[in-house]
């Protein structure tokens, strides 16, 4: 706002809100009439949308990323446990059919299954 100084002699008498809304008034007069503050203005908005932007952007990034972290892992949980159940002998249409689905919700959960109790207390049995 360089060049627009506030004369509080102009503004002598008025009610505080009518002073208020005249200095804003003609704060946006100055502003209207000074190209070079419209540019920077714009040039600020400007970069502020960019930078909301990005922000989203990047916050759209790291779900993405979060979400197909979530998926690998989850893959990888399906075909260890498959493995370890298809040594167990159990078929793979049961295995799909009646214990994957709760397997899935224990990992969803983020919950310790039956075969990850079976690997640690194998880990720590002494033979």
């Given at each position: 706002?360089e060049?627009?100084?506030?004369?509080?002699?102009k503004?002598?008498?008025?009610p505080p809100?009518?002073a208020?809304?005249?200095?804003?008034?003609?704060?946006?007069?100055?502003?209207?009439?000074d190209?070079?503050?419209?540019?920077h203005i714009?040039?600020?908005?400007?970069?502020?949308?960019?930078?909301?932007a990005?922000?989203?952007?990047?916050?759209?990034?790291?779900?993405?990323?979060?979400?197909?972290?979530?998926f690998?892992?989850?893959?990888?949980?399906?075909?260890?446990?498959?493995e370890?159940?298809?040594?167990?002998g159990?078929?793979?249409?049961?295995f799909?059919?009646?214990?994957?689905?709760?397997?899935a919700?224990?990992?969803?959960?983020?919950?310790e299954?039956?075969?990850?109790?079976e690997?640690?207390?194998?880990?720590?049995?002494?033979?």
């Open positions: 706002m060049g627009f100084k506030i004369d509080p002699t503004y002598m008498g008025l809100e009518e208020r809304r005249r200095i804003a008034e003609d704060e946006r007069k100055h502003i209207n009439a190209p070079g503050l419209q540019a714009r040039d600020m908005e400007a970069r502020q949308t960019q930078a909301e990005e922000k989203q952007r990047e916050a759209v990034r790291l779900k993405d990323l979060q979400e197909q972290k979530f690998e892992a989850y893959e990888a949980r399906y075909q260890d446990r498959l370890f159940y298809h040594h167990k159990v078929p793979r249409e049961v799909d059919e009646e214990i994957w689905p709760e397997l919700r224990q990992f969803a959960r983020g919950e299954d039956a075969v990850d109790q690997r640690r207390e194998r880990s720590t049995h002494v033979y």
